[in-house]
C-alpha cells in the first residue's frame, strides 16, 4: 500500500491507498470527505493535483492533456503505478 497525505479546506489528512483501488476510494475509506459526485470520470467534482509517484486514470472526459501535464487527476478514476508517496491537494 501507499501511503497518501490530503490537504483538503486547509485541514491535513492520510491515508492508505491500495493498489487495486481508485484515489477516491481510498480517501472516502478512510473517512477522508473528498469532493465526488458521479464517480465515472465525467463531471470533473474530484479534480485533485496528485504529485508523488506514477498513476493513471481509467477514464477521464473532463480534463485536457494540459490539466493532466500539470498534475491533475480525477479521483474517482486514479489508479496508483508505484508506491508513492503520493501527494493530493484540492486547491481550487
Not at 477516491?24 to 473517512?31: E, R, W
Not at 469532493?35 to 465515472?40: D, F, Q
Not at 465525467?42 to 498513476?55: I, N, P, V, W
Not at 474517482?76 to 508517496?85: A, I, K, L, V, Y
Request: net charge negative; proline share 4%.
Amino acid at each position: 500500500m501507499a501511503h497518501t497525505s490530503v490537504e483538503l479546506d486547509g485541514t491535513d489528512y492520510s491515508c492508505e491507498w491500495p493498489a487495486e483501488t481508485t484515489l477516491l476510494q481510498a480517501m472516502l475509506d478512510a473517512g477522508i470527505p473528498a469532493p465526488h459526485s458521479c464517480t465515472m470520470g465525467q463531471c470533473g467534482a474530484c479534480q485533485c493535483t496528485l504529485e508523488g509517484g506514477d498513476s493513471h486514470m481509467l477514464n477521464n472526459d473532463v480534463l485536457s492533456d494540459y490539466d493532466v501535464e500539470d498534475d491533475q487527476r480525477l479521483a474517482c478514476q486514479t489508479m496508483r503505478d508505484s508506491e508513492g508517496p503520493y501527494e493530493v491537494s484540492y486547491l481550487f
